[in-house]
């Protein structure tokens, strides 16, 4: 038995190995592990015997998730080409520095490697000096939170948003994920835990509303442009030595949407003082404090492209996209955990239910967040 688990284990690093050499740039992989907490992608930090590249990121795309990769491949080359040209054309304010991650292409010239299995690989360069936290250190750290997604939004604000495929159909269009969840329901028996039971209460009441975004762009109140679809705390890079944010990195999901997405997205993971994935649910709160400075950083950059009705639905933004994850997190529990990893059953369900009480905490404060960004107009 041990033996067998040996062997499996040594047949993964075998591919590990096997897949870092496809991509490697100089020297030889000496080593190769699992780094952060992706939901989705399996992540590596491979290390190399040299001194030119040391490190560079080595990823396993779920491709049940982003069902055609090579398009999220292209989208992430197009991105960075276009912020690397940006950057040199309009330079930085003094002492800022941005940094774009690479895309390493494999020996073959291709920007990936399937391997004998049919598991899609792809290498990126690693950002060295920086570092990324799961939550919000302090009001400095929220305001540079904030200007990392002001940057990355202001850098694609020209890239016209025919140029980025859509590789995730329906990512952030809240109304689909109710109807995903509307058949997931119909098919299923549930059990009526405490919980779930809270967790059917809490989408139904808000289910009319949950069509806010999409509704003001229909009526072209808002509309499309390149996003960066999931600026959480933990993708925004901080210098270790300045502690200014330089860059945010998980690109997958960069492609034409509202900004109100990022928004929302990014304040529900900064303004989440204890995570997302934590025990005590019941103790989840939104910050009040490190929403405005979140806002502040972001909007020192931002204010140049929103428009009045971008401000009118901020704060929608924000109640929506933690409610939305929560019930993203919902479906998935209720489904069999077939989109997010779980490490057990009920981890999903944990997940919605820390995602549901963000969202009501939001709900209790709207006067307070309303008048903040009203401040800031
Ligand atoms: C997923 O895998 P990760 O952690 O980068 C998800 C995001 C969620 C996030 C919640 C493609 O991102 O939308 O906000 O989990 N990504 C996708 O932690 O669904
Ligand atoms: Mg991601």
Redesign the pocket.
């Known amino acids: 038995m041990l033996n067998k688990d040996l062997n499996t284990r040594d047949k993964t690093l075998d591919n590990l190995v096997a897949a870092a050499d496809q991509f490697k740039p100089q020297g030889t992989v000496i080593d190769i592990h699992e780094y952060?907490?992706?939901?989705?992608?399996d992540t590596f930090l491979a290390t190399l015997d040299s001194k030119v590249e040391k490190h560079f990121i080595l990823q396993r795309l779920?491709t049940q998730?982003?069902r055609q990769p090579e398009l999220v491949m292209l989208n992430m080359r197009t991105f960075t080409e276009h912020v690397r040209q940006r950057l040199q054309s309009a330079p930085l304010s003094p002492g800022r520095r941005w940094e774009v991650v690479r895309v390493m292409l494999a020996q073959d010239g291709q920007d990936h490697w399937i391997d004998p299995n049919g598991s899609f690989w792809r290498a990126i360069s690693f950002i060295d000096g920086a570092q990324s936290f799961d939550t919000i250190k302090d009001i400095e750290h929220a305001r540079e939170v904030g200007y990392a997604l002001g940057m990355f939004q202001n850098l694609l604000s020209d890239l016209p948003t025919e140029r980025l495929a859509d590789t995730?159909e329906g990512?952030?269009i809240t109304p689909r994920y109710l109807l995903h969840y509307d058949e997931v329901l119909a098919k299923k028996r549930t059990s009526k835990s405490p919980e779930v039971a809270y967790g059917l209460q809490f989408v139904s009441e808000r289910r009319d509303w949950a069509h806010v975004l999409e509704n003001a762009r229909a009526k072209g109140r808002l509309r499309l442009r390149p996003i960066h679809?999931?600026p959480?705390v933990?993708?925004v890079m901080i210098d270790t030595g300045t502690g200014q944010a330089i860059s945010i990195v998980?690109l997958?999901?960069v492609k034409p949407g509202l900004v109100h997405y990022d928004i929302g997205?990014c304040l529900?993971?900064g303004c989440n003082l204890l995570g997302?994935?934590i025990e005590q649910w019941e103790m989840v709160r939104f910050d009040p404090e490190l929403c405005q400075a979140i806002l502040q950083g972001y909007l020192s950059l931002a204010k140049d492209f929103l428009t009045e009705n971008d401000y009118d639905y901020l704060y929608d933004a924000i109640r929506l996209?933690a409610f939305e994850?929560g019930l993203?997190?919902f479906t998935d529990y209720l489904e069999g955990n077939v989109?997010?990893?779980a490490n057990h059953q009920e981890h999903n369900l944990a997940?919605a239910l820390i995602q549901f009480k963000l969202t009501e905490s939001i709900e209790s404060q709207e006067t307070t967040i309303r008048v903040i960004i009203q401040d800031m107009r």
Do not use: C, Q
Not at 36 to 41: A, F, L, P, T, V
């Open positions: 952060g907490n992706g939901n989705i992608n779920n998730v982003f995730l990512f952030h679809g999931d959480k933990n993708n998980d997958d999901t997205d529900r993971s997302e994935d996209i994850l993203r997190f989109y997010f990893k997940r």
